[in-house]
């Protein structure tokens, strides 16, 4: 008995120990403060000699999860995995996305972008994505404080990432924007029998610009 | 004994799997930063920076030159090459973190950073307006041995409007200033499309005062102030008054300033308001008191 007690206490330890490395920033108040208040007109005005200094607007940008790992791919089962990006900005901002190319793996190729149940989806236009026969890489965005845009207003509906190695336009996550927003994104991934197996992997951009 | 280690060890195997997947957590201060300068003295602006979550990060920082969206919503668009004032410009940008110079900048948990930007322009070169970003961008995660991942990289970005040499001429006009020639009730919005002419970006700001049919002033409200950069337009936005009642012809008539010392722009319009419910809900009153009387006649007539 008294080793299992030790066992517990030891394998707790080493679970503290790793939370310390592994855990998510709890949320203070329920979003975050900017620093230092945040304000249109310029902060701070400094005459240095002839040139003059003018400073506008703070912002704060999350990512919930900075990697989405789907692990080993099996042909014809479908992989959701999700993230939540959260922005708050005293001046207009947008928030564009891009991949830098499609999930690829030297020694097995692309796994490429997802053109839905129908075939039609692109960087540019979403469409429903359902059947497990519709292969791919896409994304979905949900708004839970914000506007995803036009594109995802069906739960089922997706959209390729904009891939930089072909200069596809980017997606606009948030376009237009001030003040809080919060997006869950949803990324699926499909594969086919004739996919060959490996590891695919891409980098994924997600770029806070405010507005001038 | 050998069972209660046997299950020691497996509890041990329970142990949650690290992930590499960590949050990323950034406050960034200030948005936007605007320069006038002929150079004769070294600007150093500043870039607060702070990392808000529980373990350490590192940004590498690259210079980005930007053009004005045309969609003329003050969207800056990043440019994939840049020329050869732009290349000039940067050579003689130096980004100091803690008296050093970097390319990147690291930040332990919860730290907070100044991240200077050292302008040292020299006199040749070419004087005239330069616009770029100061894009912070978070390294990718490594590579997961025998899985398929997105690894995501945060970017961030500090615009900066510089105006470099004597600044020229200050001209600019009012592309369109228009609302709907015909409301029924508040508020109104007003679209603003401004166009700099001018060699160099100005910060143009105004107000919209609204006067009624007997030329009483019965609204005035400010304009954002809004940045247009050189040779470019803008719409100026959040142009709305907010009153709710409205009767009659209005005249609205734009001032906007491109500078503290001018030039100033004017433009006016007319709109006419009529408040069509009311007027509906009117006619069916009298239409009803009319056909209750019509009622009440035709009744004497027959007694």
New interface residues.
């Given amino acids: 008995m008294g080793?299992?007690k030790v066992?517990?206490v030891?394998?707790l330890f080493?679970?503290a120990f790793?939370q310390?490395?592994?855990?998510?920033?709890p949320m203070e108040g329920g979003f975050?403060k900017?620093?230092?208040s945040a304000s249109?007109?310029p902060?701070v005005e400094r005459a240095?000699?002839?040139?003059?200094?003018?400073?506008?607007?703070?912002?704060?940008?999350?990512?919930?999860?900075?990697?989405?790992?789907?692990?080993?791919?099996v042909p014809t089962n479908p992989l959701t995995r999700k993230?939540t990006i959260k922005t708050n900005?005293?001046?207009?901002?947008?928030l564009k996305a891009y991949?830098n190319h499609q999930?690829l793996s030297p020694k097995s190729g692309v796994?490429p972008d997802a053109t839905c149940d129908s075939g039609t989806c692109s960087e540019q236009t979403s469409s429903i994505w359902k059947s497990i026969l519709a292969y791919g890489?896409g994304f979905h965005c949900k708004n839970t404080e914000g506007n995803c845009g036009q594109e995802f207003l069906t739960p089922d509906s997706y959209i390729q990432f904009a891939d930089k190695s072909k200069n596809e336009p980017y997606n606009y996550f948030l376009?237009?924007v001030t003040g809080k927003n919060q997006l869950e994104i949803t990324?699926k991934?499909n594969i086919s029998s004739k996919q060959k197996p490996g590891?695919?992997?891409?980098?994924?951009?997600?770029?806070?610009?405010?507005?001038? | 004994?050998k069972k209660?280690?046997i299950?020691?060890f497996f509890?041990?195997a329970l142990?949650?799997n690290?992930?590499?997947?960590?949050?990323?957590?950034?406050?960034?201060?200030?948005?936007?930063?605007?320069?006038?300068?002929?150079g004769?003295?070294?600007?150093t602006?500043?870039i607060?920076i702070?990392n808000?979550?529980?373990?350490n990060v590192s940004y590498d920082i690259s210079l980005v030159p930007?053009q004005?969206s045309t969609l003329k919503?003050?969207?800056?668009i990043?440019q994939d090459s840049i020329d050869k004032d732009y290349n000039d410009l940067f050579q003689n940008i130096i980004i100091i973190d803690d008296n050093s110079p970097v390319t990147k900048v690291d930040l332990a948990p919860q730290q907070k950073k100044v991240i200077k930007l050292a302008l040292d322009l020299p006199t040749t070169l070419k004087k005239r307006d330069y616009?770029f970003?100061v894009?912070f961008?978070?390294s990718?995660?490594n590579?997961?041995?025998?899985?398929?991942?997105?690894?995501?990289?945060?970017?961030?970005?500090?615009?900066i409007?510089l105006s470099y040499g004597q600044q020229g001429q200050i001209q600019g006009e009012i592309k369109e200033f228009s609302a709907s020639s015909f409301v029924n009730k508040g508020p109104v919005s007003f679209k603003i499309d401004l166009k700099n002419n001018s060699n160099n970006f100005v910060t143009a700001s105004g107000n919209i005062l609204i006067k009624n049919m007997f030329g009483q002033a019965v609204g005035n409200f400010d304009l954002?102030?809004t940045?247009v950069?050189a040779n470019s337009q803008r719409i100026i936005?959040n142009s709305v008054w907010n009153e709710k009642f409205l009767l009659g012809l209005y005249s609205a008539k734009v001032e906007i300033s491109l500078s503290p010392s001018g030039p100033i722009l004017t433009k006016q319009i007319n709109f006419f308001a009529f408040p069509l419910e009311y007027i509906v809900f009117l006619i069916i009153i009298v239409s009803f008191i009319y056909y209750v009387r019509l009622r009440l006649k035709k009744k004497q007539t027959e007694n």
């Fill in positions: 080793l299992i066992g517990l030891f394998f080493l679970s790793d310390k490395t592994n855990a998510q920033t975050y900017i620093e230092p249109d007109l902060e240095i000699n002839s040139s003059v200094v003018k400073s506008y607007g703070s912002y704060s940008f999350n990512i919930s999860e900075s990697q989405i790992d789907f692990g080993k791919i993230n900005s005293s001046t207009k901002y947008f991949e999930l796994i890489f376009s237009d990324y991934l590891s695919y992997s891409n980098n994924l951009t997600l770029l806070f610009l405010p507005s001038y | 004994m209660l280690i299950l020691f509890l041990l142990k949650p690290n992930a590499y997947a960590v949050p990323l957590d950034i406050s960034l201060s200030p948005a936007l930063i605007t320069i006038k300068t002929d004769k003295d070294e600007s602006p500043k607060y702070q808000k979550t529980t373990h930007f004005p919503n003050g969207e800056p990043l616009y970003s894009i961008t978070s990718a995660e590579k997961i041995e025998n899985s398929t991942a997105t690894n995501i990289n945060q970017a961030l970005g500090v615009n409007l954002k102030p940045n950069l936005e």
